[in-house]
């Protein structure tokens, strides 16, 4: 549940843009709500006590992630990558310099520290062959967030990269880091989690075509898998976000109860 004040019923375009998941049900509202807490920014001091408290209790099993949420923009969120009570002293201390005007939010996030935890990104052309010929580009990673991606190849954990030809399992490894994978392992779980991604097929379809009526030409799909095959859609990104936000907003009349902070 959020934890926010009283603020106007402005909502945040970073907000937006998670539920705009929802519209297209690639994600499940209730997850959503329950994985990402928000906070006023002048309640950041809430939001880091409720991490304190669950760091004390947690046995160093979550990593957690703090983003700062500007008022209009989507880009470039200040994120801080918390694993203890240390780097949540050191958080605090930063934040105490920040300008806090310049947003409007703060949350945070946490992700199981497991190392069977697959966290990926697949990029779609939207050119003008979508959805009938696509090719696919499929990044993934074992670890605790989906920000290792960005150290590539420093990196001291598995990673891959695939190339994929249409909507079935058709790929190349590209590169790959084995790290403490084997070679049929991490062929195994592109296998696993092309599969998955099936299932979102016709819904990633339906967002893509309405993504480049938005005049944007690539759309990008994050997404964790649990051990348990537990598959989540997390984010997305295109080459110009808030283009799909401000359509989708300029028509929140019918769809403006998706996005009340309750």
């Not at 359509?247 to 009349?253: F, H, L, M, Y």
């Amino acid at each position: 549940m959020s934890a926010l004040s009283q603020m106007d019923n402005f909502v945040p375009p970073k907000w937006i843009k998670h539920k705009i998941l929802t519209i297209w049900n690639l994600r499940d509202e209730n997850d959503l709500k329950s994985t990402i807490h928000r906070y006023s920014i002048n309640e950041y001091e809430k939001c880091l006590q409720k991490i304190d408290e669950e760091l004390r209790s947690s046995g160093g099993n979550f990593v957690y992630i703090i983003k700062l949420v500007y008022r209009n923009s989507v880009y470039k969120l200040p994120n801080f990558l918390i694993h203890s009570r240390e780097d949540l002293l050191t958080c605090r201390d930063k934040l105490k310099d920040v300008k806090k005007e310049q947003f409007i939010e703060i949350w945070y996030c946490k992700n199981i520290t497991l190392k069977e935890t697959i966290f990926g990104r697949v990029l779609f052309s939207l050119d003008e062959l979508f959805p009938r010929i696509v090719k696919r580009k499929m990044e993934i990673v074992w670890g605790n967030s989906a920000r290792l991606i960005e150290q590539y190849p420093n990196l001291e954990c598995a990673f891959a990269s695939v190339e994929i030809d249409g909507w079935e399992k058709n790929f190349r490894i590209v590169d790959v880091i084995q790290a403490d994978k084997s070679k049929a392992e991490i062929q195994e779980a592109v296998v696993m989690l092309l599969d998955l991604l099936i299932i979102y097929q016709r819904r990633i379809i339906d967002f893509g075509k309405f993504v480049n009526e938005c005049g944007c030409s690539s759309l990008c799909i994050e997404f964790l898998c649990e051990n348990d095959r537990k598959f989540t859609i997390i984010d997305w990104d295109c080459d110009n976000d808030m283009k799909v936000i401000n359509r989708i907003s300029r028509g929140a009349g019918t769809i403006a109860e998706l996005f009340v902070v309750k």
